[in-house]
């Protein structure tokens, strides 16, 4: 699928929380949605998934209690919440759709959004 359209980063504050947001031209429901991040100089990292039938959830171990991922099929959004943000949190955040979630290497990801913590 085509890349999809990302937004909501922006400079935060260690210890505070940021919403971003994951949307597309086409529906989402029939798709895994995957959420990763690059910080620079580093590789791509996934860091959270919710799949299309039962919405069962996963996430990273560095965001794991601290993020969560939901989807709005009305408003064809999903969301990643970050809670309790950290310094390493810094990069740029994006999101891309399968029928499984999708791999950090070979997913179709989008340009994504900034998500910078610093205070």
């Known amino acids: 699928q085509s890349p999809l359209v990302e937004s909501g980063g922006d400079l935060v504050e260690p210890g505070g929380s940021l919403r971003l947001s994951c949307a597309a031209s086409f529906r989402l429901y029939h798709y895994a949605i995957g959420w990763s991040r690059q910080a620079p100089g580093k590789e791509r990292e996934g860091i959270s998934c919710i799949t299309s039938t039962s919405g069962g959830t996963w996430y990273a171990d560095s965001v794991r209690g601290r993020f969560t991922i939901s989807r709005d099929d009305g408003k064809n959004i999903v969301y990643l919440q970050m809670n309790n943000v950290k310094p390493e949190d810094t990069g740029t955040y994006s999101c891309?759709?399968?029928?499984?979630?999708?791999?950090?290497?070979?997913?179709?990801w989008g340009q994504g959004t900034q998500v910078i913590v610093s205070s």
């Open positions: 891309a759709a399968d029928y499984s979630c999708p791999s950090a290497k070979s997913g179709n």
